[in-house]
Nanobody
């Protein structure tokens, strides 16, 4: 079983920054997509950012230019640097690692327990 442990969440004022970390118990090279998702109260979980094996990144429009996803293969860790935070960024943030086949099938799909990010106005 693969374990993902997120850290770095907390309470921050609008305009501030936080860096989330996701430590994975297996080599992240086993997965071709690593990402971050978030879920605000009363809303569905939504995509935030992903990074693939080649280093290509993808971001939700709402966070482009403010958030940066990265990974350290040697440390089996995925990061999310969040700058210029807004109250609407308040949510539980979840880390995900997955192997997506050429046919688009998600296999070896693992999630962390989440870390709370609260942005005050």
């Amino acid at each position: 079983q693969v374990q993902l442990v997120e850290s770095g969440g907390g309470l921050v004022q609008a305009g501030g920054s936080l860096r989330l970390s996701c430590a994975v118990s297996r080599s992240i090279l086993s997965f071709n997509v690593r990402g971050w998702y978030r879920q605000a109260p009363g809303k569905q979980r939504e995509f935030v950012a992903t990074i693939n094996t080649g280093g290509s990144t993808n971001y939700a429009d709402s966070v482009k230019g403010r958030f940066t996803i990265s990974r350290d293969n040697a440390k089996n860790t995925v990061y999310l640097q969040m700058n210029s935070l807004k109250p609407e960024d308040t949510a539980v943030y979840y880390c995900n690692v997955v192997y997506v086949t050429s046919g688009g099938l998600r296999t070896s799909d693992y999630w962390g327990q989440g870390t709370q990010v609260t942005v005050s106005s």
